[in-house]
């Protein structure tokens, strides 16, 4: 696996840029915010990336750091989520957090849904 992401035992990979973008938008935030990845029903191929700030860490969150930037993830969401890669991109179309899911078998054409 590449050297710039730092990977947790469920194989969840935050790279370099987007902890750079976790640490920017955290810093318009009250302290001790983090950035926190959850996967909802919905969307337009059957679940959805949520991307919030929280303040508290639940006891059974996965707790991923990355260069001073921290990602929570819940248990709930934690099996369709093993294995990706989330990433912070800026191309022609925009600037954005992109989830690369090995477990996504379609998803939609923006990124932010998938199904299993």
Known sequence: MSTDLAVNPRGIAVTANA???II???AKEPPGSMLRVSVAGGGCSGFQYIFDVDREKAADDLVI???GA???IDETSLDLLE???IDFVDDLIGQ???ITN???TSSCGCGTS???
Request: hydrophobic share 40%.
């Open 96 to 98: 954005s957090f992109r």
């Open 65 to 67: 750091e990355r260069d």
């Open 24 to 26: 920017s938008v955290m």
């Open 83 to 85: 294995g990706c890669t």
């Open 102 to 104: 090995p477990n996504a």
């Open 114 to 116: 998938f199904a299993v």
């Open 70 to 72: 921290t990602v929570l």
């Open 19 to 21: 902890a750079k973008r």
